[in-house]
């Protein structure tokens, strides 16, 4: 989760990371159909309220230039839709007074017979791993006694949007801009006692860079002692923690707007992690436990320390001082970060893999 100085992440409720190392340990599970994709984006356009199990997103096929372009997942689910390995589509937290689970009226769901039961007495969050430009629910109170509101903050705690709940009929709440993406919602009730539901969360994101340089055994980047990452992951090396780790690009590439920062996942927990800048090159670097991926190495920018579940957020210093970007010019970001305790290859260090970044 993006460092947030409005979002309490401490002490929540992780619904998918424990889950994600056996996702990544089991890359099939990540290739799902096309069709299914299509009906997915035909679902969420509103032809049809179907929730579909199992909506993973497809890997992309890397671009002929090795560089993939970044993905805009269209992720459609309800809050049945685990698959065997017990693990969402979509990373997320729970903070507060919610869980998922049967309503206690009966049939009171969208979809399936689950819903994400939000009760009474305390605030309540939904925290994206990855911020979204896209966010939609189907939202329901039970009865005109219960009233509830709902409020989405992007990434600095400042709010996008703002809906009331209605009584007795399943809304709609539906948000699509990707200058104003969501990091979390936060639900409050004015009843201490009764609950809403919320039902077939879809949700969509896109990045500002193209990533390259993964050892997931995919493309022309080895790693030093074999040890790639799942097949299509787009992730670094593998690390201690049985997976890669993953730069992303968030935000735009207007350097005017000053908005992009980078988010890693993937992490050693509580290990530091350095953002490193440089020029773009096709070549690399077999290095510690996993391959440097930057030309002539432009600038060391700001160190972050990974919190409990392995994420970090970085690029704040970007804009700052000499050798910052400018329109036009092209930069690869990559992580550099400590792995001291059960190092893969022993070398006690690893890196992400990179995002090229095309500066407007």
Known sequence: MPTNRSNPASGTHRESRSCRTSRRATPASRTRSAARRVFAAVALAGASTAALANDLVVPLTPAEDGLTPSPLPLILFDFEDKDDLGVYPFEFRLDG????????????????????????????????????ETVEFFWRDPNQDIKSTVTAYDIHGDIVFRADGRPEIWSLVHHSDPARTVSYLEFRMESTTGFTVVDDLGVAHREAGRTFCAGDGVGSVGCPCNNQSASGAFEGCMNSTGEGARVHALGTAIVERRD????????????PVMLLEGAPTDDYLLFRDGALCLGSLTRRLDVAVADASGTASLGAEIFDGLGAPTAGETRDYQCWYRDPLLSVCGSGSNFSQAQRVDWL
């Open 260 to 271: 992009l920062s980078l988010y890693v996942d993937g992490l050693p927990a509580h290990q």
């Open 97 to 132: 007074q919610l869980d998922i689970g049967e309503p206690p009226i009966a049939n009171f769901t969208h979809g399936g017979a689950q819903g994400l039961i939000v009760h009474g007495g305390a605030t309540s969050r939904v925290l994206f791993t990855v911020p979204v």
